[in-house]
């Protein structure tokens, strides 16, 4: 979650820039930098650390160029110092990013056979060498950008700034949001409408794919095809700002939509993404080499994570795993082992029984890890050790981006575990970590069903009750489904193991119930398509969200199919959250419900 501010402005920038700089603060940072134009010639001060020290470089050198770009930077691919400190720069352009570029070592390896060097140890760098090489080869600013997106992968938003260009940036997303603002012979740039407040009440939102030419008149947009397309603006409210919702009817879309660029900023914090290995930020107190088993214990959604992590321990770092219910688990008095670990899951820290077991599990001798959202909260304070998720406030009370995070973090922790256990090779962790490196753009992609979800939330609404199968880590995030849809629209919903389906779930099944499945492709797909059958043989109405290739083997007739990107099973989870949180929150939306604040439900639970 970097923050990215440009202004094309009359007057000098560098103080605005910095002023809507600090308005991105809440998302964190490690370091700050703001390029402009001073005579048609590119400068940048960059500073690692708080504004603050970049706000002093500012006073010992000032910037006077009426055009710029700033940027706040969560390291990702290098070290938080000013080398690696945003904006990048070439002698034609400098560049602000925020995201991850999956395929950076491949772009990189392509311009370093150009002769091109690098100085930092950043993927952001790549941009600003590709778009300065598509320039070198003749071609404008526009151009070069235009030609140079189609070749990124992954989620990202950008911001260009061209020497001797004093009326013109460049802004595109994919996978991160990126708004335009607009004033009297000025325009703007910023990650979100927060950072542009200050300067303007008019907004216009880019939409996935769409990347934008701004200069004092205003800005044309294109979409992701290269064709003039014309995006709404809209006003807002100066209060509409302290809390922002975007250009989403709910705080729950905003939060759903923002998974891929919070997962990106999750990822960074755990992953060395240059070297292909997990880097945990602090040491922790106790060797996973040492354990015979994990207990983990949450409540609600975060015990999904906690269910879907159980897999990942086991086959991962074959470390076996005991999860409870956090309010079970408090009462249980299950024999803990001294010296052993008790994991802990919440969004905020300070759900009442997960605590309570956190503090059970110390009395009995045993480590305990907290894996939360809010690094101030009790659990954080009372922990032996943290991780945090790095999802940024939540404000719907339907835990999503929170809950992704979660994920993300937990596989993270395996791939750590089974390296200090012995049981993952080299290899096999970089195999495993670049799986990870996609799932940002994967997420991104998987909001692009958007439509089709929105269209089948119609039919599921008229439904009394709802079904969700899975298998393997798919079960949990079949349970997380019915959670979901149950949280907001209040249908009943239940989810099951899919074989356990004969078990007697499949008593319930006829025309009138949807059963969603969840099922990529992975080793045990077969057996998901024989639990699929035997419903559509009694005239189940199924929805499978799986990939193209499942969809094509198990060649049943569905009610639909949400076609995911392909990807590793292992991180399916992640990516597949996605359809199931829209499912919920456009079924709940066409129904006329409160999405942001459920009946009788709180974000955070700190009572029994």
Known sequence: ??????????????????????????????????????????????AEGKLANLQLKLIQAPLAGAIGIGHTRWATHGKPNETNAHPHATDRLAVVHNGIIENFRELKRELQAHGIAFETETDTEVVAQAVSHAMAQGLGPVEAVAATLPKLRGAFALGFLFAGRDDLLIGAR????????????ETYLGSDALALAPFTDEITYLEEGDWAILTREGAEIRDVAGRPVERPRQKIAAQAYRIDKGNHRHFMAKEIHEQ???????????????????????PLPFSFADLTRISITACGTAYYAGLVAKYWFERIARL???????????????????????????????????????????????????????????IAREASAVLPTLAGPEIGVASTKAFSCQLTVLLCLALHAGRERGVLTAAEERRLVDALITVPGLMAEAVKQEGEIEGLAREIAKARDVLYLGR???????????????EISYIHAEGYAAGELKHGPIALIDESVPVIVIAPHDAIFEKTVSNMQEVA????????????????????DTLATLTMPDLDPVVAPIVYAVPIQLIAYHTAVFMGKDVDQPRNLAKSVTVE
């Not at 994919?174 to 012979?185: M, Q, S």
């Not at 969200?545 to 049943?556: P, R, S, Y």
């Open 537 to 556: 043989a009694r005239g189940g109405r199924i929805i499978l969200v799986g990939d193209a290739k499942g969809a094509a083997e198990a060649g049943l």
């Open 260 to 282: 891929p660029e919070v997962v990106g900023r999750t990822l960074a914090h755990y992953v060395n993404l240059a070297e292909g290995r997990v880097a945990l930020p602090e």
């Open 174 to 185: 994919h996978g991160a949001p990126l708004a335009i603002g607009y004033g009297e012979g």
């Open 320 to 378: 076996p795993v005991e999860i409870d219910v956090a309010s079970e688990a408090r009462y249980r008095e299950a024999p803990l082992e001294a010296g052993g670990l008790t994991l802990v899951i919440s969004q905020s820290g300070e759900t009442a029984d997960t605590l309570a077991s956190l503090r059970y599990a110390k009395g009995q001798g045993q480590h305990t890890l907290g894996v939360v959202n809010v690094p101030t909260s009790t």
């Open 472 to 486: 393997g880590t798919a079960y949990p995030m079949a349970l997380e489904g019915a959670l979901k849809l149950k």
């Open 1 to 46: 979650m970097c923050g990215i501010v440009g202004i094309v402005g009359r007057d000098a920038v560098a103080g605005q820039v910095i002023e809507a700089l600090r308005r991105l603060e809440y998302r964190g940072y490690d370091s700050a930098g703001i390029a402009t134009l001073e005579h048609g010639r590119l400068e940048r001060r960059r």
